[in-house]
């Protein structure tokens, strides 16, 4: 599988492992970690959910002009895991819940989660860009696309546990207080400390928090209960992120033990220079290939929009309409988010192989094709979560009746099945489109084109936002339709831009 593959590949990737743990982490736990602490409602949470990961991908643009000026992508990219690091140790020290000071105590995560965007920035784009220069030989120019989907497979790794570990810190932290895990008690501990319960409410959290509780003598204060329980539950959450810091190191360690086997572009340039082997562009040329990525860019704007709903929306429906048990497991909403990078590694074989079948018969689809078909396949996976959301209610009836009964829940395959399809698309789209950005992009502007490609992503995420709007707004079939519409209408125009597409990055 790796033959033919430059020998600094496989070193990148796990060099790449802790960003996508920590980044797993976020997607599980973000959300609910900010409605279980500062009792936000689906769209405060979800405004602070999408502008940090927005501001991940929007921030690669300055950390790629960054390494392009410099030329020091390993500096930068070093400086990015440092600041990952100390962003999430700013997370991982624990603060009182209920806080004394809601403006003082958010403000605060929020500074950390701009520390953990902005050294990501530095990262991301500059490590794919390495990862590209590597594919600049040319003997390694016809496995590139091959090449970049073994590096998403293998930085996936990191993502599989991070969903996993995550909630069984906070279950055992519970668990040592003497309470056990539920998903609902949360928001209704926040709505009984406010005095919004319902009626009906008020009588599920009754009977919740006395499942909740281990010993079994019946709760005479239930505020009490509240205030411990929502101090508890948010310190697991607090020691979770803990965790990631642990494989941000990890891949430190990685990092600077390869650094000096990793392409050096300012090394390149200079020897380049030395022989006079400098080859210029054509300014006509710099343009064409400039407007073929932004366009590719504009289209998965929309693609991403889609599919980071894995981290809001989706994560709000396992929660709230999802049956949390498969057979004999008892399962957590966050568990869901470890089906995207478990099937990126299970499937990555499988495509690449397809794809290599392919190109030996010379019938491999162009990068421009392959990117339009994992627009096609998004909108299927949307397509399965609409007609399994026909018969659900709408959020508030579930909010104001304290939680929809475990016999009106979905079966859990069916977030299973759609993060299948939904990963499919992603290998079709994310690893392709990084290995279109590092063919096509003009030489002096990789760092800044890599920045630009997450950038897109970043504009996709600030439009999560919609998801979380629609999700508490209308029937959710209605939901995931617009999702079908909006991967099918970037389908539609990516085909129509493929010739021209395919001619520029000849």
């Known amino acids: 599988m790796f033959k033919g593959h430059p020998k600094g590949l496989i070193p990148a990737a796990l060099a790449n492992m802790g960003e996508r743990f920590g980044f797993y982490t976020m997607m599980a736990i973000l959300v609910l970690f900010l409605q279980a602490k500062f009792g936000l409602d689906e769209t405060s949470s979800g405004i602070i959910y999408s502008t940090f990961y927005a501001s991940i991908y929007f921030l690669a643009i300055v950390g790629g002009l960054i390494a392009d000026k410099t030329k020091n992508y390993k500096g930068t990219i070093l400086a990015g895991l440092l600041m990952m690091a100390f962003g999430y140790l700013l997370l991982a020290i624990p603060t009182p819940t209920p806080v004394p000071s809601l403006t003082l105590y958010l403000t605060a995560t929020c500074v950390g989660l701009a520390v953990i965007a902005f050294g990501n920035g530095l990262f991301k784009g500059n490590l794919q860009a390495l990862v590209g220069q590597m594919y600049d030989n040319p ?44 998903a609902t008690l949360p928001e209704l501990c926040h709505q009984h400390l406010g005095g919004t319960l319902s009626e009906t409410a008020a009588e599920r959290f009754t009977t919740l928090a006395n499942n909740a509780t281990i010993s079994t003598d019946a709760i005479t204060d239930f505020t009490a209960f509240s205030n411990d329980y929502l101090n508890v539950f948010n310190e697991g959450f607090h020691y979770a992120f803990g965790v990631a810091i642990l494989a941000m190191l990890i891949s430190l360690v990685i990092y600077l033990k390869n650094k000096v086997n990793f392409p050096d572009p300012a090394l390149k340039a200079a020897q380049a220079k030395a022989d006079n082997t400098v080859v210029e562009m054509d300014v006509k040329e710099v343009k064409q290939r400039i407007y073929a990525l932004l366009a590719v860019f504009g289209v ?105 009964p475990e016999l009106e829940k979905v079966t859990p395959f069916l977030l299973i099945g759609t993060y299948f ?70 389908m539609i125009i990516m085909l129509v831009m493929v010739k021209w597409l395919e001619r520029v990055s000849q």
């Open 300 to 404: 998965v704007i929309f693609f991403w929009f889609s599919f980071h709903q894995n981290g809001y929306s989706l994560t709000y429906f396992a929660r709230d309409y999802t049956l949390l048990k498969l057979g004999s497991w008892d399962l957590t909403p966050e568990i869901f988010q470890s089906m995207n990078p478990f099937f990126v590694v299970f499937l990555t074989p499988i495509v690449v192989g397809i794809f290599g079948w392919l190109r030996n018969r010379g019938i491999e689809p162009s990068t421009p094709k392959k990117i339009a078909i994992g627009m096609f396949i998004a909108a299927l996976g949307f397509v399965v979560m609409a007609l399994g959301s026909t018969d659900l209610p709408l959020l508030s009836a579930v909010k104001e009746m304290g939680g929809l």
């Open 139 to 182: 003997k390694y120019d016809k496995v590139r696309d091959s090449g970049f989907s073994l590096f998403y497979m293998f930085i996936n790794v990191g993502g599989i546990f991070a969903p996993m570990i995550a909630p069984s810190i906070r279950s055992w932290w519970l668990e040592r207080a003497g309470y056990n895990y539920n």
């Open 421 to 490: 399809v939904l990963t499919v698309a992603e290998l079709f789209i994310s690893p392709l489109g990084i290995s279109f950005v590092s063919k096509v992009a003009p030489p002096h502007l990789q760092g800044l084109m890599q920045g630009l490609w997450l950038g897109a992503t970043g504009l996709g995420n600030q439009l999560l936002i919609f998801g979380g709007l629609l999700y508490a707004g209308v029937p959710i079939w209605l939901t995931w339709t617009v999702f079908v519409i909006a991967c099918s209408i970037s």
